[in-house]
């Protein structure tokens, strides 16, 4: 189930879990906390399970209902089971974008192709670190 964690951002068990998705170092992760902290048009969700925090999602959508994800983390003793899948389902449900777009590096590429994201590389964006974009076209609901 997604919960908006934006209000408790500061918690340890949502902050690690924001820490799974920035550069790892103290200073990338403050800097992920104030941006969300500052900027209304980012929303943070987590995902439970029996109330267990899970996996979280950051993101922000335009006018055009193109939702973009800023951050997605899994804990990592409950990654491969399907929680990541689960967000993006319940997202789309809760949120009803026309797209969601997202830009991971090679280590996330199968599990957006997986779930039908559309992935095209960026090339290499950073030194050393090739980046790609993946793209999910949302179905419209039919009346």
């Known amino acids: 189930m997604l919960v908006n964690v934006k209000s408790y951002i500061h918690k340890q068990e949502v902050a690690e879990l924001l820490s799974y998705a920035v550069f790892p170092d103290d200073k990338s992760l403050k800097a992920a906390i104030q941006h969300y902290e500052e900027t209304e048009s980012w929303k943070l969700y987590g995902f439970e399970d029996e109330k267990l925090l899970v996996g ?48 991971t590096d090679e280590d996330a590429v199968d599990f957006y192709r997986n779930i039908g994201f559309v992935v095209i590389s960026l090339g290499e964006i950073y030194p050393g670190v090739e980046r790609f974009q993946c793209i999910y076209e949302v179905e419209d609901e039919e009346e």
């Open 56 to 103: 979280l999602i950051g993101f922000e959508m335009d006018e055009e209902r193109i939702l973009t994800v800023n951050h997605l983390a899994i804990l990592p003793e409950n990654r491969l089971k399907g929680y990541g899948r689960g967000i993006f389902f319940e997202l789309i449900e809760a949120q009803k974008p026309s797209r969601i777009i997202a830009e």
